[in-house]
């Protein structure tokens, strides 16, 4: 088979193996000018006439180059001539605090390809990602230390919360086809001479590590890929185990903390161990970028806390293991009748009631005639707040009652309350204080409502998998 025939057979069969491109798809190819990004740029337009694909092609340009502009112009004419919508977008990349510049520079990428498909109401954006990126992407992964997950490499398809579903048609095509498709086509590709630094780590592998495993292995890609598909399977298993196993660990759930018992999390087998505390590193931070096996065995034996890196922190305490990083607290909230909020991934509200329902800890009830007119919902203030429990007249510190139950320091911190000044009338979900009680005068009751919202399921995602793309 030729190179030209290779390249579009192993497209349309990875189209077909993963449900890529339906017909009437509107596919945005992100095209830097690359060998793969234009190969693949040709070969979908190729495709496209008679699968019924619409096809339209984005640059990124980073203003870092000084052969950008030049390349920008070049591919424009390209695009013209091919008769592609080709649609190019300026970016800065600014690293945020604890970002490489590398990372910025593909978080950059990424939003700026989004967005451009969200204007050409693209249904898939296809990358240009290839068999050579998957190999050096093992590989960078196996010497950072990786769990399973990461050992995947990358994967074949994404969908996105927001924004088209992101493909990699070429994944099973090596770099010497990719290359071999262009000179038929008598197409030449940028070249970027960063990728001739060999003080990047991942040239290193291109250019040293990867030619001697061919020589051990001509079918190395071949040999991978197979490796892949079985790992895969056996990811999806234990990703399926770790997701049941981690719901009746759970024991508290707030931005920037998960707590999980204990007891329960230690019976289990250190595979499922590894995978759910992945998860709740990728909830507590909001990324999985970071994690690695490293990061994983230090939170599996926090003890009595241990810094795990980028602000996280674990440790155990009274049972749980909390897994934490400091947060800005949201400002307070005004809590009025009628009127539900969210606060701290709660649903929070007062409601006019004709009675007084039970104190069941998601609810309690107050004489509406005697409560403040400035409460408000917000998180808890240990060392300034005050808290007079129901039934014990005695005012005190609410950090000194919260160590009498047993509440860690991170849990009082992300504690939901409804206070007026520094006076906490309820102790949200946990105990309601000695204000406003319901009597035989009470004409008028107000519930004090929590609704946890089911949002820690969205947080469920795939470790790893988009960590060095």
């Known amino acids: ?44 337009w190729s495709l496209a006439p008679e699968r019924g694909w619409h096809i339209e092609a984005a640059y990124i340009h980073h203003g870092l180059r000084a052969a950008a502009d030049a390349e920008a112009e070049q591919l424009t004419h390209l695009m013209a001539r091919w008769g592609l919508q080709f649609r190019i977008a300026r970016v800065e990349a600014r690293p945020s605090p604890g970002q490489s510049p590398e990372e910025a520079a593909r978080d950059a990428r990424y939003a700026a390809l989004n967005a451009l498909a969200e204007t050409s109401n693209a249904t898939h954006l296809a990358l240009g990602h290839h068999a050579d990126d998957q190999l050096e992407t093992v590989l960078m992964r196996l ?10 490499g990358i994967p074949a398809t994404r969908p996105q919360h927001e924004g088209p579903r992101i493909v990699r048609p070429l994944l099973g095509v090596a770099r010497a086809t990719i290359e071999a498709y262009l000179e038929s086509h008598g197409l030449a590709w940028f070249e970027d001479e960063s990728n001739r630094d060999a003080a990047i780590p991942r040239n290193r592998l291109r250019h040293e590590v990867t030619p001697a495993l061919r020589t051990l292995n001509p079918s190395i890609h071949r040999t991978l890929g197979a490796n892949l598909a079985v790992l895969a399977d056996e990811d999806d298993y234990l990703r399926h185990q770790a997701r049941e196993a981690i719901r009746p660990l759970l024991r508290h759930q707030a931005p920037g903390l998960i707590g999980l018992e204990e007891a329960g999390l230690t ?12 998860q709740a590193y990728a909830h507590v931070q909001g990324t999985h970028r970071g ?140 105990r309601r204080g000695a204000q406003a009680p319901i009597g035989p005068a009470t004409q008028q009751v107000v519930k004090a409502i929590r609704e946890r919202q089911a949002w820690f399921d969205n947080a469920w995602g795939d470790p790893y998998h988009e960590a060095d793309l």
């Open 143 to 152: 010497t950072k230390g990786s769990a399973l997950p990461g050992l995947l």
């Open 267 to 278: 019976a289990l087998h250190p595979a499922l161990q590894r995978r759910i505390l992945a």
């Open 291 to 430: 994690l690695s096996a490293l990061r994983l065995e230090r939170i599996r034996e926090a003890g009595e806390g241990v810094d795990v890196g980028d602000g996280l922190r674990a440790e155990a305490r009274h049972g749980l293991l909390l897994l934490y990083r400091a947060i800005e607290a949201p400002a307070p909230v005004p809590a009025r009748p009628g009127e539900t909020i969210e606060l701290a991934g709660a649903l929070l509200s007062l409601k006019l009631a004709a009675e007084s329902p039970q104190s069941l800890g998601p609810e309690e009830a107050f004489d509406a005639d005697r409560l403040p007119t400035d409460l408000v919902w917000r998180l808890a203030r240990p060392d300034t707040d005050r808290f007079t429990p129901w039934g014990r007249g005695t005012s005190r510190p609410l950090a000194q009652f919260l160590s009498k139950q047993r509440v860690a320091r991170p849990l009082m911190e992300r504690q939901l309350v409804l206070a007026t000044g520094n006076d906490v009338l309820w102790i949200v979900g946990v």
């Open 1 to 44: 088979m030729t190179p030209p025939e290779s390249l579009l057979s192993s497209i349309l069969s990875m189209s077909a193996r993963h449900g890529f491109f339906p017909p009437a798809a509107r596919i945005l190819v992100g095209c830097s000018g690359g060998a793969d990004s234009l190969a693949l740029t040709h070969a979908l």
